[in-house]
Nanobody, 122 residues
């Protein structure tokens, strides 16, 4: 099993920045891919960003490309999502996920965190 715990969410004004963290524990050697997803009220969970657990090429949703950056610190078993130039439409619960493949499909990830709320005011 792999446990994921997100932190760093909060309330920020439009144009501001936040950094989300996802701390992984347990059988982390079984992880290949780490992803961030988000879900706004009344909407389906959508892909935000992903990268290999060991580092390498990253993948982003078009809606966040150029504003968000996914990164990792393997020494801390932690993945980050740096979010700049935040917009009200970025408001959602953000989830960290771990799986065996880099994918934009939520169902391809086996492990999920509990989520952290990000609210962007206009």
């Amino acid at each position: 099993q792999v446990q994921l715990v997100e932190s760093g969410g909060g309330l920020v004004q439009a144009g501001g920045s936040l950094r989300l963290s996802c701390a992984a524990s347990g059988r982390t050697f079984s992880i290949y891919a780490m992803g961030w997803f988000r879900q706004a009220p009344g909407k389906e969970r959508e892909f935000v960003a992903a990268m290999p657990w060991s580092g390498g090429s990253t993948r982003y949703a078009d809606s966040v490309k150029g504003r968000f950056t996914i990164s990792r610190d393997n020494a801390k078993n932690t993945v980050y999502l740096r979010m700049n130039s935040l917009k009200p439409e970025d408001t959602a619960v953000y989830y960290c996920a771990a799986g065996l493949t880099i994918s934009v499909v939520a169902g391809d990830y086996r492990y999920w965190g509990q989520g952290t709320q990000v609210t962007v005011s206009s």
